[in-house]
């Protein structure tokens, strides 16, 4: 809580802070911009009038010119501006003042850069005339010769007058920008940093491992959005965990169910050889084949456990190729129907094209084919049917049988998983997930519709 105090503090001062440089800096400068500019206003409109005195001025410098015509001068001048007016001649010597100023008379001032013919401009506090000063000085042609200069002063203490009232409006604004900023600031710092309290705490509770605790922040700022990451990222640790925990619980599965079944055969083939060693059997065809039977069952458990092994660790490739799929069908059916025959049940194979060219996996979709028919046969009634129908998209095995609960169909691709009602026939619960991991492999669909006592239909989808 000390942190968020002060982290409160530092965004109350820094938004004054901010608020009051900014305020000053852009109020300062606007001041300065709108004296430059008021400066500027007088400083045009002089150099016009200086100009129009000028022409009116050259009888000043020339002596032939009588006094009646110089006190016409006089008057016009006064009309013109009511500036002081200063008339040098050539050699910088003061002919007139229009204030009259006795300081001033017969005065010499530098001409500098008006004997190149350019206009000079000052600005500054004269102790000529003890103000702040705005002075344009313009030459006095008489046939293209320099006879001398005029000069205009005007008093610009006006314009800093009242700059300096503006300046003191303006520290006024800023204390009471102050004021706002603090409220402001306050304010905000509450908002800002309630929201970082919470999510102190979220990250806290998630340090605990409460992963499904929510940082309840509600904002659309780059807050708001940092705390839904936040919250995301515990939702996705909790559910990243909650699937470590199911793997721990399948992988604890896979290794009670594998060594459950791996006992049934073993016993019994234990059981047969102790049998014939101790001589209470007599070894016969019979006796060595249901051993043989027996260790194909395990031969077969060891390689679909590998297998799914393989295929859930993506360690799997897929070699597609193109065949025949309708002729696979038939060397399945082929393979299987000694399977078939020892219960009764007739294999009907029905396609509609000569030939169907499918790319695929040719081992991996035999193997599926393989999964497939064989629970179809196994789970059929003695003397049943199982229908094969093969189109160009999809391929379909329906059989009569025993069927699968509603209940069940949801958990029929898990591992080791078995119906009850299927118990009566052999299996893992291993080939329907293995089938299902080939299947996705090949981006291929797989639906399974069943119910019981009415039999399975299993739809293999190539193309959608």
């Known amino acids: 809580m000390i942190g968020i105090k002060r982290i409160s503090v530092k965004l109350i001062v820094g938004i004054i802070v901010i608020v009051l440089i900014s305020s000053a800096l852009s109020g300062f400068l606007y001041l300065n911009k709108y004296k430059q500019f008021i400066i500027e206003q007088k400083q045009n409109e002089l150099i016009k009038r200086s100009e129009q005195v000028a022409r009116a001025s050259l009888a000043f410098t020339d002596e032939h010119v009588s006094i009646g015509r110089r006190m016409q001068v006089i008057r016009l001048v006064d009309e013109l501006t009511d500036s002081i007016v200063w008339i040098a001649n050539k050699d910088g010597e003061i002919i007139f003042d229009s204030n009259d100023d006795f300081r001033f008379k017969k005065a010499k001032i530098d001409l500098g850069d008006i004997k190149k013919g350019e206009k000079v401009v000052t600005q500054d506090f004269t102790t000529y005339f003890e ?22 002063h005007t008093s610009i203490d006006d314009v800093y007058k009242s700059y300096g009232e503006y300046m003191k409006y303006l520290v006024n604004i800023l204390v009471f920008t102050v004021f706002l900023s603090t409220i ?3 304010a905000f710092s509450l908002i800002f940093t309630r929201n970082i309290e919470k999510m102190e705490k979220t990250v806290k509770e998630i340090s605990k491992g409460n992963y499904k605790i929510k940082t ?5 700022d780059e807050l708001g ?88 660790s993506g360690r799997v490739e897929v070699n597609k190729e193109e065949f025949e ?8 059916i082929k393979e299987m129907s000694q399977i078939a025959n020892k219960k009764g049940v007739i294999i009907n194979f029905d396609v509609n094209f000569e030939t169907i060219i499918l790319e695929a996996d040719y081992q991996k979709i035999k193997q599926v084919l393989i999964i497939f028919i064989d629970n179809a046969i196994k789970y059929s009634n003695n003397n ?81």
């Open 131 to 152: 103000q702040n000063t705005l002075t344009v000085g313009v030459p006095l042609y008489n046939y293209n010769e320099l006879t001398g200069a005029i000069y205009l």
């Open 184 to 186: 402001f600031g306050v």
């Open 216 to 220: 309840n922040v509600v904002s659309n």
């Open 225 to 312: 959005d940092l705390a839904r990451t936040l919250d995301k990222m515990a939702e996705d640790i909790d559910v990243k965990i909650e699937e470590i925990r199911k793997l721990e619980r399948m992988s604890k599965d896979l290794v009670a169910n594998v060594s459950h079944e791996f006992k049934t055969p073993l016993t019994l083939i234990r059981g047969y050889i102790e049998n014939i060693r101790d001589n209470t059997v007599e070894a016969s065809d019979k006796i060595y084949d249901r051993i043989l039977d027996n260790t194909s069952s395990l031969e077969k458990m060891v390689n679909e456990v590998l297998d799914l092994s393989k295929l859930e």
């Open 325 to 332: 799929l309708n002729e696979l069908v038939k060397n399945i």
């Open 384 to 464: 049943g049917n199982v229908n094969i129908i093969l189109n160009r998209d999809n391929i379909q095995i329906i059989d009569e049988g025993i069927g699968i609960k509603a209940e069940y169909l949801p958990h029929i691709y898990e591992r080791f998983y078995q119906a009850e009602i299927s118990r009566i026939a052999k299996g893992y619960g291993l080939g329907l997930c293995i089938a299902k991991h080939i299947i996705d492999l090949h981006d291929f669909k797989i639906y399974i519709e069943s119910e019981e006592n009415e039999g399975t239909k299993v739809k293999i989808v190539f193309k959608e």
